[in-house]
């Protein structure tokens, strides 16, 4: 099992930068390719962005690309999301996932997922 644990949401004006969190526990963390979704209102959860385990590789949706940046320290079992020129449509609930096997961005492959954290974008 691993047990994962978002953080650093909160309301941010347009324009502005969030850092969000989340730190895993439970097994060995740097095993695990790790990703950042999102879930507004009556929307199905959406990719924002993936790393793999060592940090080498990263993607990005495309309405993020360019803004927002996923990074991970295995040191400290966590990995980040920095949020920038952030926008009204960026409000949702973000949650982080982890996958040892999977790489990708279908939410249902990955195993294990944290309980969110909102981020609510004011025009």
């Known amino acids: 099992q691993v047990q994962l644990v978002e953080s650093g949401g909160g309301l941010v004006q347009a324009g502005g930068s969030l850092r969000l969190s989340c730190t895993a526990s439970?097994?060995?963390?740097?095993?695990?390719?790790m990703g950042w979704f999102r879930q507004a209102p009556g929307q199905g959860r959406e990719f924002v962005a993936r790393?793999?385990?060592?940090?080498?590789?990263?993607y990005y949706g495309d309405s993020v690309k360019g803004r927002f940046t996923i990074s991970r320290d295995n040191a400290k079992n966590t990995v980040y999301l920095q949020m920038n020129i952030l926008k009204p449509e960026d409000t949702a609930v973000y949650y982080c996932?982890?996958?040892?096997?999977?790489?990708?961005?279908?939410?249902?492959?990955?195993?294990?997922w944290g309980r969110g954290t909102q981020v609510t974008v004011s025009s």
């Open positions: 996932a982890a996958s040892r096997s999977y790489f990708g961005a279908a939410p249902e492959q990955y195993v294990y």
């Open positions: 439970g097994r060995t963390f740097s095993n695990y390719n």
């Open positions: 790393s793999s385990w060592s940090g080498g590789s990263t």
